[in-house]
């Protein structure tokens, strides 16, 4: 069964594609909802979303839900933000248990994410040419960066309150400032090759970068541990109440 609605409307939102359609694949009643977007610079989820997102040729939202009205997005100036319905972006998105699923094409990879309060977001199949990411990661969400290519200028990432980030993929960092606590922990494969490492991480909080070449500096406290290459050149790193440090992954 297919229903399909083509709506248009003044404002900033002047296409609005909208289509049902009821698979056996998809949790008990749930609809797919199939937007069009303007470009998206920046990626707000939240509220326990699944999110993947990758490049391609097109700018779309496809969203998998029991209805319309268990999701909140909105897409103005660059930033595209999604969320359940009803839960505000602060508040606990526990009770509701029905999954939201969300799939997102861009022509571009988004240049920040911030990732919040159980949500999940799979990024893949996106080529950079010396852009920065920026990335937020808290209350037990989760990010990864997979099949990613090309270079990358400045990668920044906050990870806290057992959130994490992964990348992996054949990429050069010029820079990585990763901020890294309570529980929060970030990964790079041994391919991500980063040539300068800063870091602060605190609180039992864990950071992977067996691609560090070159200058590794920042602070490791209160049980925080880092892991880097034998290639990475420890300079001004300090370290304190139980932080250490390995260079033998």
């Known amino acids: 069964m297919k229903d399909i609605f083509l709506m248009f409307a003044p404002g900033r939102y002047p296409v609005l594609a909208l289509v049902t359609v009821l698979f056996g694949s998809l949790p008990s009643h749930a609809e797919e909802f199939i937007y069009e977007l303007d470009a998206v610079r920046d990626v707000d989820v939240s509220a326990g979303i699944d999110l993947d997102l990758r490049c391609g040729d097109t700018d779309s939202l496809r969203v998998e839900a029991d209805s319309e009205d268990a999701f909140e997005f909105s897409n103005r100036e660059g930033s595209l933000r999604l969320s359940r319905a009803g839960q505000g972006w602060f508040s606990s998105w526990f009770d509701s248990a029905d999954p939201i699923s969300a799939q997102v094409v861009v022509r571009s990879l988004p240049k920040s994410f911030a990732v919040s309060s159980g949500a999940i977001a799979h990024i893949t199949d996106c080529e950079i040419k010396r852009g920065d990411v920026a990335a937020d990661i808290s209350s037990g969400s989760r990010m990864r960066m997979v099949d990613t290519d090309g270079d990358i200028r400045r990668l920044s990432v906050r990870a806290s309150s057992g959130a994490g980030f992964a990348m992996n993929g054949k990429l050069d960092l010029q820079q990585a400032d990763l901020t890294v606590s309570s529980g929060g922990s970030v990964s790079l494969a041994d391919d991500v090759i980063v040539q300068e490492l800063i870091v602060g991480i605190s609180s039992g909080a864990f ?33 304190s109440s139980g932080g250490r440090v390995r260079t033998d992954c």
């Open 207 to 239: 950071v992977d970068a067996c691609g560090a070449r070159e200058a590794v500096s920042g602070r490791i406290s209160s049980g925080g541990s880092l892991s880097v290459g034998t290639d990475a050149k420890i300079q001004e790193l300090e370290s």
